[in-house]
């Protein structure tokens, strides 16, 4: 039985149109299809891009100063009655006198041991041979923070040589600095730091091979 058009009369003059239609449809469909995925992958490429942040300036100096050997008026290799008179006179310390020195009989050495006022909590130095080779001084967090401390070093002593967790430290060949957490400010002269350590070690090899001489004896 032929197919029946709107008009009511048999034949395919009424579908063949509608074939037409839906053939034109499906070709502009798959043609949308294709404009679209490539106009997706031309924005993908146009706008995928990542743009770098600028680099921000260094705090550094072009030419830094060498490592510090002095706080104020206190130094290392500075001597006892030195370090003992430039303490009273400073107003950051609450030095008193030979109430804060203390000998150490067992390595001949002196430390003294002060509390300060407004940034500084504690100061702390060590002397060989009667002349300062370490000082520490704590610092008051409520006053200053670490990265202001920080900051202040970059600025005059250029970038840390060794940058942890625990510390950032400036080295020359005679000088150690180093930012403590949570927030100390350490001088080390290295020089006589080493030699005491070499000192150390051979003492403690001296002792070890008495030891030994000792129980050879049995």
Request: overall charge neutral; charged content about 25%.
């Amino acid at each position: 039985m032929a197919p029946l058009t709107q008009s009511g009369k048999s034949g395919f003059g009424g579908v063949l149109p509608i074939y037409k239609i839906m053939k034109k449809s499906l070709f502009l469909t798959i043609c949308l299809v294709f404009l679209f995925a490539a106009f997706a992958v031309h924005a993908q490429n146009t706008f995928d891009i990542t743009i770098p942040e600028p680099a921000k300036p260094s705090l550094a100096p072009e030419k830094p100063e060498a490592p510090p050997r002095q706080f104020r008026k206190l130094f290392l290799g500075q001597k006892l009655d030195d370090l003992k008179t430039a303490l009273m006179k400073d107003g950051l310390f609450s030095f008193r006198g030979d109430r804060d020195v203390s000998f150490l009989p067992v390595r001949e050495q002196t430390l003294v041991e002060t509390t300060g006022l407004s940034f500084v909590r504690r100061a702390f130095f060590q002397l060989a041979d009667g002349a300062v080779y370490i000082m520490s001084f704590s610092l008051d967090t409520r006053l200053i923070d670490h990265y202001s401390v920080f900051t202040s070093f970059v600025k005059k002593y250029g970038e840390p040589e060794s940058l942890t967790p625990s510390e950032a430290v400036w080295e020359s060949d005679d000088t150690r600095v180093s930012i403590e957490r949570p927030l100390s400010v350490k001088y080390i002269d290295k020089k006589v730091f080493d030699r005491l350590n070499e000192e150390s070690k051979a003492q403690e090899n001296l002792e070890l091979q008495n030891r030994e001489d000792f129980l050879g004896e049995f």
